[in-house]
């Protein structure tokens, strides 16, 4: 393959690329704008609220996670700062993770053995 093909088959990939990445933004704008209509400005899991630079911090959760789902209505969002939807996202990463061991078929894991109130009701039944 000569240089010329290799140079344009770079070119053309940059541009699908570069189009693929304008077209996104474009929407994420779009439901973004959207969502700032018609909710208030507050993160809806800690309550804080946000006004002029700070306004970036707030964001558009998807509560279905599916990002193609923007309803008009905006019933598929949610308005979450940037620390409330990380947590929201990796709660969600932890709980798969221990679905994912549950069902994997392993045997619990031992405890160390220490049981602080295994004579209690012995004990409590003597004291009486």
Not at 13 to 29: D, F, G, L, P
Not at 64 to 79: F, I, K, R, V
């Amino acid at each position: 393959m000569s240089s010329n093909n290799t140079r344009i088959n770079i070119d053309s990939h940059s541009r699908i690329v570069a189009e693929a990445r304008h077209n996104r933004e474009q929407e994420e704008k779009t439901y973004r704008a959207r969502a700032l209509k018609i909710y208030p400005w507050i993160c809806g899991r800690c309550g804080r609220e946000f006004s002029g630079k700070k306004l970036r911090e707030l964001t558009v959760h998807h509560r279905d996670h599916n990002h193609d789902n923007n309803p008009p209505d905006g019933s598929n969002w949610e308005l979450l700062c940037i620390y409330c939807h990380d947590n929201e996202h990796s709660r969600d990463e932890v709980a798969d993770a221990y679905d994912g061991e549950a069902s994997s078929g392993r045997e619990p894991e031992q405890s160390s053995g220490y049981r602080p109130f295994a004579d209690l009701e012995n004990l409590l039944r003597n004291k009486k």
